[in-house]
């Protein structure tokens, strides 16, 4: 089973940064995608950014070219650098793992909350 902590939220202006850490246990880290998700009052969660384990990345539009998605497997360890962020942008962020794209997401962790004031 692994188990999943985030780290890094805040409170920032907007046109700030904030740095996101996921810490992993368990075992088959590297092999895993590790994804960041969030969910915003009153709306469902949406993924923001995964990784594979050899290190492509995806992101969702709205945060192409201001969000950067990386992993460290010697450390167990995966990061969202957040850059210009938006009032938009406000949420809690959860980190979690899946096998491949043709399996679900799990291993939720407890979500930690980015706050963007305008």
């Known amino acids: 089973q692994v188990q999943l902590v985030e780290s890094g939220g805040g409170l920032v202006q907007a046109g700030g940064s904030l740095r996101l850490s996921c810490a992993a246990s368990?075992?088959?880290?590297?092999?895993?995608?590790m994804g960041w998700h969030r969910q915003a009052p009153g709306n469902q969660r949406e993924l923001v950014a995964f990784?594979?384990?050899?290190?492509?990345?995806s992101y969702v539009d709205s945060v192409k070219g201001r969000f950067t998605i990386s992993r460290d497997n010697a450390k167990n360890m995966v990061f969202l650098q957040m850059n210009s962020l938006k009032p938009e942008d406000t949420a809690v962020y959860y980190c979690?793992?899946?096998?491949?794209?043709?399996?679900?997401?799990?291993?939720w962790g407890q979500g930690t909350q980015v706050t963007v004031s305008s």
């Open positions: 979690a793992t899946r096998q491949s794209i043709f399996t679900g997401w799990q291993n």
């Open positions: 990784i594979t384990g050899s290190g492509s990345t």
């Open positions: 368990g075992s088959s880290f590297s092999r895993n995608h």
